[in-house]
């Protein structure tokens, strides 16, 4: 099986630009969840999404925001970027409910590296 | 205030050593706990605990944890250069499939 891609994997922007990236889950997974990572906070979470549903939120403001379709590859945007934002961001599939078993395994994407000059 | 606290944030070793990591957990409506490798990459899955007491294995990798104290220890024996990298924790928490609360990571170095 294909793991989790992240297009594109570096990406430079400027202050004020917006930026989308691109996310497709091992096939069959249903769940896809994004995380930041800079090094001074950490792996933090974003945003998680379910059958096209924005399932639970972290606390970032509304720059972030996402979407899922319905072959479950998911999208990020973030308007408006400042320099702060220049960090790795990862996607997480999970296989989510399935016939009644649950597992809470996450496998990661490589990540998309966004630098904000 | 939900918090992962991992400890030490970084540990330098020689080849063959033992190590111990740790990781220290207030989540609120806690499911299970996540151990995971990051090295020049995305982090990739070590082990999923979810039951006190219980230790799991692979190779020699092996981790516990302890529900009543909060806390999950990630062992590592023998260690190789290749066991270089941050290790993370994660701790999941809340609703229908929940989410992921990481810690900072514990930064290995093991020297040959």
């Known amino acids: 099986k294909a793991g989790v891609t992240q297009t594109p994997r570096y990406l430079i922007k400027t202050r004020g630009q917006q930026v989308t990236l691109s996310c497709s889950p091992i096939?069959?997974?249903?769940?896809v969840s994004w995380y930041q990572q800079t090094p001074g906070q950490g792996l933090q979470f974003l945003f998680e999404y379910f059958s096209e549903t924005q399932r639970n939120k972290g606390n970032f403001p509304g720059r972030f925001s996402g979407r899922q379709f319905s072959n479950s590859r998911s999208e990020m945007n973030v308007s408006t970027l400042e320099l702060g934002d220049s960090a790795l961001y990862l996607c997480a599939s999970s296989p989510a409910l399935v016939a009644g078993s649950r597992t809470d395994t996450q496998y990661f994407g490589p990540g998309t590296r966004l630098t904000v000059l | 205030e939900d918090k992962v606290v991992q400890s030490p944030l970084s540990l330098v070793v020689h080849e063959g050593d033992t190590v111990t990591l740790n990781c220290s957990y207030e989540?609120?409506?806690?499911?299970?706990l996540l151990w995971y490798k990051q090295e020049k990459k995305a982090p990739t899955f070590l082990f999923m605990l979810?039951?006190?007491?219980i230790e799991k294995k692979s190779g020699r990798l092996s981790s516990i944890l302890d529900k009543k104290e909060l806390f999950s220890i990630l062992n590592i024996t023998a260690t190789q250069t290749g066991d270089s990298a941050i290790y993370l924790c994660a701790g999941r928490y809340g609703g229908s499939q929940g989410n992921l609360i990481f810690g900072k990571g514990t930064k290995l170095s093991v020297k040959p």
């Open positions: 989540v609120t409506n806690f499911r299970s």
């Open positions: 979810t039951s006190s007491g």
């Open positions: 096939s069959g997974h249903r769940s």
